[in-house]
């Protein structure tokens, strides 16, 4: 009897090692998803107001890691809706250089798919840990990937260096 519990508690404690080890990359792959379905979700949202020629509303709301795509006055169901997979959390977004780690956030799209600049900092919803964020540049809709939230710009730093590329 005592060696069938000594098997079990060795069995055990290998089944927690391993799952320790696999937490890194499953998390690693979820970040993944999350960064290209909120990439192709900004890129579709933009698309549909260029189409439509028409001016639309990013609605954001942090808490819930949740993204909502909605007609101008934001009545009625969203267009599009995407929630962040499980284990990955909306750990804050910048507007206007003002960090937002509560409540939500409305983004107008206009008619010609432009937005006001805004990053996501997503994270590990099991530790305070921060993964990536993600810098969605207003006119262009380019995407920029930071390590961390003090790598990021400000509006006007970040507006210098495209001029200073442009030239």
Request: with cysteine; hydrophobic share 40%.
């Amino acid at each position: 009897m005592i060696e069938l519990m000594v098997v079990l508690v060795l069995m055990s404690l290998i089944f927690a090692g391993v799952m320790l080890k696999l937490g890194g990359p499953l998390f690693n792959a979820k970040l993944e998803y999350a960064k290209s379905s909120l990439v192709n979700f900004d890129r579709r949202a933009r698309e549909l107001c260029r189409r439509r020629k028409q001016e639309h509303v990013l609605h954001v709301d942090i808490v819930d890691g949740a993204f909502a795509f909605h007609e101008k006055h934001g009545d009625g169901d969203p267009i599009m809706r995407l929630k962040l997979p499980d284990g990955v959390r909306l750990a804050g977004i910048r507007v206007d250089d003002v960090w937002r780690e509560t409540g939500s956030v409305d983004l107008k799209v206009n008619a010609s798919g432009e937005a006001p600049s805004y990053c996501v900092l997503l994270g590990d919803v099991k530790s305070d840990s921060k993964g990536r964020c993600l810098l969605f540049v207003g006119g262009s809709g380019q995407v920029i990937e930071y390590e961390s939230q003090q790598e990021v710009p400000n509006q006007a730093t970040f507006a210098k260096s495209i001029g200073a590329n442009a030239d």
